[in-house]
């Protein structure tokens, strides 16, 4: 019997090309397995065999999305595989949202099952979800081997045409799809049931969970610029030299208020950057590419608009939880708001 | 960070490069950055230029919180 076929995409840190300093670095195909790729081979056995590992920088991908993801289509089509395997990405952002576009593209434009996996706060489980199957891993690449197991098993359904089992079941990101089944109970029973566990204050499953609306909608514009106060904000990591308030490099548990009064610009003798999600040289180097400074004065003393709050918020934003994101910016909103009365924010990300 | 500060009713707008992740993220003013490792600037293109990028970038910023919208909306040209 002929082995059914996988490609499998990676980036170039599970590659083993190199870290940021490589994260520029343009598709390539591999006729071989490759970091995870060669776990994945060991576990689906020998009814499978990986046919090609492609490889792509994250921000060359973040960076080009439409010219990679077209490179990568093509490299796929060529495999004609049975099911495409992305990642897994774990916690990183950048390399989940890649995996979630390319997966998605391959399954839209060449028909071909996919699957990949991540950890629930990488921003790419809710952008790609509802198209594809996501496997749930722990944050970082020390749980791959309970990932595997799963992974395994939707790859020999997907490869067979067998049907994959609920998110429960398979341990993927829900995707909002329902299925209709015959339960074992009527509503009625359901309900009465679900009502008696909640009055005991027991846990409960809802036969329809509301959807969250985590929004918040658009502010009202500045309507005079002359006279507003604006402040900047980042999650560039960029801090005074020496990091004195020890902000983490990654998963940032606090961010730092830093006085920029009296400074014309931002330089590398005073501030560098301590975020570890990116090529730090071009920042440390000159800080403004990240806090604006040096042209926020200029347009300051042109009149351009009102004042520019005399300092700065920063934090990391690389493997950061969304709720301590969520929990900064309801302090520095607070801070900026409350105290200094600002009428609008820059908030420049990395 | 950016919703956070936003509810308390001041515009925010984000300058971010991986404009996907601020979509996701739920920021109403988005303006793309030029790379990840040098969102407002281009040091491939020298110093002149690349400040002349970011002072472009950050005008449209600034005409961006000064502009009303009613859902996300990102600016990708100087002129809207």
């Known amino acids: 019997m002929a082995k059914y076929k996988i490609v499998h995409y990676i980036n170039q ?52 999305l439409d010219e990679a993801t077209d490179t990568i289509i093509e490299m ?13 990405a774990f916690n990183a952002g950048r390399y989940g949202v890649a995996c979630g576009t390319i997966c998605k593209a391959v399954e839209e434009r060449l028909g071909i099952p996919v699957v990949t996996a991540a950890y629930e706060e990488n921003p790419g489980v809710d952008m790609f979800r509802k198209d594809v199957i996501i496997v749930k891993t722990g944050d970082s690449a020390a749980t791959m081997r309970k990932v595997l197991p799963y992974m395994v098993n939707i790859i020999k359904k997907m490869a067979a045409g067998e049907e994959i089992l609920g998110p429960e079941e398979e341990n993927y990101h829900e995707r909002g799809i329902r299925v209709n089944y015959f339960a074992k109970e009527r509503g009625s029973e359901r309900a009465i049931q679900m009502l008696v566990k909640k009055m005991k204050g027991e846990p409960f499953e809802t036969d329809l969970p509301m959807p969250k609306f985590d929004r918040v909608p658009p502010a009202p514009a500045i309507k005079d610029i002359k006279h507003a106060k604006i402040a900047v904000v980042t999650s560039g990591g960029v801090v005074p030299v020496g990091n ?9 548990t606090k961010f730092g208020i830093y006085s920029i ?19 730090r040289q071009f920042v440390m180097e000159n800080p403004n590419l990240v806090v604006p400074l040096d042209v926020l004065r200029e347009m300051e003393k042109d009149g351009e608009f009102g004042e520019l709050v005399n300092f700065f918020c920063t934090t990391t934003g690389t493997g950061t939880a969304t709720g301590s994101a969520a929990k900064f910016g309801d302090e520095i909103g607070k801070i900026l708001t409350e105290k200094e009365h600002v009428d609008g924010v820059i908030l420049v990300s990395t | 960070m950016v919703k956070g500060i936003e509810k308390y009713g001041v515009p925010v707008v984000h300058m971010a490069t991986v404009v996907p992740i601020s979509l996701t993220i ?19 293109q020298g110093e002149v230029d690349s400040k002349k990028i970011r002072k472009r970038m950050v005008r449209r910023a600034l005409k961006a919180l000064q502009t009303e919208v009613d859902g996300q909306t990102v600016f990708e040209k100087d002129n809207f």
């Open chain 1, 13 to 64: 840190f599970f590659a083993g090309i190199g870290g940021e300093e490589k994260a520029d670095y343009k598709p390539e195909v591999r006729e071989e397995a490759l970091g995870p790729g060669t776990a994945l081979v060991d576990a689906l056995g020998e009814d499978f065999e990986l046919a090609a590992t492609i490889i792509c920088g994250d921000n060359y991908f973040g960076e080009n």
């Open chain 1, 76 to 88: 796929v089509k060529k495999y004609e595989p049975d099911v495409f395997v992305a990642g897994p």
């Open chain 1, 244 to 252: 004195p308030d020890h902000i983490e490099s990654s998963n940032a």
């Open chain 1, 261 to 279: 009064e009296d400074m014309d610009e931002m330089t590398p003798d005073k501030f560098t950057t301590i975020h570890g999600g990116y090529d």
């Open chain 2, 26 to 44: 739920g920021a109403n003013r988005i303006i793309p950055g030029v790379g990840i490792p040098y969102p407002l600037g281009d040091p491939t």
